[in-house]
């Protein structure tokens, strides 16, 4: 048989070989790995930075705190201690950070009109000055404005005593964010750390009454701190930029409730672990500090439930053990700076 000379000549082409099944799995089972080693070495890596960035913050409120101390002779806040932990206070929300801010952060007193018209959230067109204060009857207008920048003090223009990036100040302004708080006290710009959570500020009470107790809920029981101070994020439900509910049974702070099992934690905490009762080993003679600075730290949690330190704690609360500080041993993620 011939061939037709004009009949197409079949050209066969080699055949190209893809990848098969096995080798589609094992190159995902590679990347798996891989991401399996990167991702938690980036996430802790930022983490690390974080907690870096929020030592750097708190050394800074440190500085400026001791600072103020120097030049006026007495530790910063507008209001006295009497009337920051009265109990009517507890259902204002005006915190000891917030108290200390008003001398530390160029927050600037004002005699013009409260204007809290708006949403606290809405910065643009939200309230521009607000009467703040622990009680109705001890409040000062502020000028929002003014929080981080420059202040006027006897005719002469100063710096504020804390310097951080006014990035670092952020409103907590919902009641879930900030319990219990007034309209006025949820436009207030609040420090964070660099998890984007609030800063709390345990201040100790100068003025201590005999045998006084360590920690109690407000002024009505004399002690070295008060619960009230800082009631306002213990108990928020949805705190900072992660949102997390304080007041959880299982995940919660076990510094949420106004209780004594409350009280015993923060004594462990703010105790001086190298100063026991001579008396009662079990109890702490002095605090840490006059002041003491505080982080939730990576979990958003104040002194978490699910953590080491929060999973072995007692019902009765966190137990003060001499020679023991939960602030550093990897008990609690939280971070602490004491300013003596």
Known sequence: MTKHRNSP?????????????IEMMVVLGILAVVLGIVIPAVNAARTSAR???????????SQATNQFILDERRTPGYFSMRELASSENANRGFTAMDNLLLDLAGAITTQAPVNGNGQPCDIANGPKVVAIGPTVANRVNVDLATYGSTKQKAGVQTKGYLQV?????KRQCTPSARAGAVNDHLALPMIVDAFGDPILAWVQDEVLAPNSAFASDNYTMRA????????????ATSLGETKEDQ??????????????AAFQSMEALLG????PNPTNPAKAADARGKLIFHSAG?????????ERGGKSAPPSGLPYQQGRDYTSDGSFDDLFQTVQ
């Not at 007041?247 to 004594?260: D, E, R, V």
């Open 51 to 61: 907690k870096a960035a929020t030592q750097q913050t708190m050394s800074s409120l």
């Open 298 to 306: 990576h979990d958003g949690i104040y002194v978490g439930r699910k």
């Open 9 to 21: 000549e079949v050209v066969s082409s080699p055949r190209r070989r893809g990848f098969s099944l």
């Open 165 to 169: 990036d006014t990035r670092n100040f």
């Open 224 to 235: 070295r701190f008060y619960w009230t101070t800082n009631k306002a994020f213990l108990q």
């Open 247 to 260: 007041t959880n049974a299982t995940s919660g702070s076990l510094l949420n409730l106004n209780n004594a």
């Open 272 to 275: 001086s672990p190298a100063s």
